[in-house]
């Protein structure tokens, strides 16, 4: 069992940056491969960025591609989410999910690979 809170949201200009956090429980953290997800009102939930449980591999989506960065820190059980060239249509709720199923070196960008979801938090980009 592993307990996620993200942190770090907010309201941003266009062309901003923001860092969102997340935190997790327990000491087996570096057993998950983490991801982050957003969710637009009316939408999906949707894929934004993957890394495996060592850091060797990271995926990005092609939306966020050369913006965004995840980087994760086992020894403080934290992943982070560094976005930059925030544009309005990066505006969602932003999840981060840990996935214990997938294989040790591999990474998903399936939101059913993950079992433990966090709250969520908003980001909100100003045009």
């Known amino acids: 069992q592993v307990q996620l809170v993200e942190s770090g949201g907010g309201l941003v200009e266009g062309g901003g940056s923001l860092t969102l956090s997340c935190a997790a429980s327990?000491?087996?953290?570096?057993?998950?491969?983490m991801g982050w997800f957003r969710q637009a009102p009316g939408k999906e939930r949707e894929f934004v960025a993957a890394i495996s449980r060592r850091a060797v591999r990271t995926y990005y989506a092609d939306s966020v591609k050369g913006r965004f960065m995840i980087l994760r820190d086992n020894a403080k059980n934290s992943v982070y989410l560094q976005m930059n060239d925030l544009k309005p249509e990066d505006t969602a709720v932003y999840y981060c999910g840990a996935d214990s199923t997938s294989p040790s070196s591999s990474i998903s960008t399936s939101p059913t690979s993950y079992n433990y979801w966090g709250q969520g938090t908003q980001v909100t980009v100003a045009s």
């Open positions: 327990g000491r087996t953290f570096s057993t998950y491969s």
